[in-house]
T-cell receptor, first 117, second 110 residues
Framework: GAVVSQHPSRVICKSGTSVKIECRSLDFQATTMFWYRQFPKQSLMLMATSNEGSKATYEQGVEKDKFLINHASLTLSTLTVTSAHPEDSSFYIC?????????????FGPGTRLTVL | DAKTTQPPSMDCAEGRAANLPCNHSTISGNEYVYWYRQIHSQGPQYIIHGLKNNETNEMASLIITEDRKSSTLILPHATLRDTAVYYCIVIGGATNKLIFGTGTLLAVQP
């Protein structure tokens, strides 16, 4: 199957700093990428949807100025958590969808665990 | 909001079949049923999907009722590595985003 990578896999930062997470589709072109957040013992929560070359569409309640998403190419999307605070500590997961496949066929990255001190 | 209802947890003995139910009584005619699973601290993994007919692949079988209001994911010979949270998701038509509900935590016991 298609492979999606995320970098870094784990990051610890100080409160007030910004953190960038990369999501790459390694062997296919991702026309759409998605970013999810997952708190301990909870389900995944969709944060935003991004199409290559377009502005991301954020889900209700997600601050677009805090979670900056860039989808500059068909294989790379980045999520930047700006001025991170301890409540932003979470497991961030990206997924990618190509041109082929059904509407729900998404390939997920392994996730990035963010800890804000 | 998720359009599906699943039991919060299930147990299964290793080597036996695991049957995971899902209710999706409000599914529309052009919406698919997708199953994903998430092993602890990993990204979700696609398992199988279907529209009307039953489907089978190397991982599992999907049985969809004739009225399409419910489905069952079958893992024919569960192993300890199948312990995970299994998500049943309805998507298609006007909905093009995977919205995860609470899923079913399947614990495969030795």
């Amino acid at each position: 199957g298609a492979v999606v990578s995320q970098h870094p896999s784990r990051v610890i930062c100080k409160s007030g700093t910004s953190v960038k997470i990369e999501c790459r589709s390694l062997d296919f072109q991702a026309t759409t990428m998605f970013w999810y957040r997952q708190f301990p013992k909870q389900s995944l929560m969709l944060m935003a949807t991004s199409n290559e070359g377009s502005k991301a569409t954020y889900e209700q309640g997600v601050e677009k100025d805090k979670f900056l998403i860039n989808h500059a190419s068909l294989t790379l999307s980045t999520l930047t958590v700006t001025s991170a605070h301890p409540e932003d500590s979470s497991f961030y997961i990206c997924s990618a969808r190509g041109l082929a496949g059904g509407p729900g066929e998404q390939f997920f990255g392994p996730g990035t665990r963010l800890t804000v001190l | 909001d998720a359009k599906t209802t699943q039991p919060p947890s299930m147990d299964c003995a290793e080597g036996r079949a695991a049957n995971l139910p899902c209710n999706h009584s409000t599914i529309s005619g052009n919406e698919y049923v997708y199953w994903y699973r998430q092993i602890h601290s990993q990204g979700p993994q696609y398992i199988i999907h279907g529209l009307k007919n039953n489907e089978t692949n190397e991982m599992a079988s999907l049985i969809i009722t004739e009225d399409r209001k419910s489905s069952t994911l079958i893992l024919p010979h569960a192993t300890l590595r199948d312990t995970a949270v299994y998500y049943c998701i309805v998507i298609g038509g006007a909905t093009n985003k995977l919205i995860f509900g609470t899923g079913t935590l399947l614990a495969v016991q030795p």
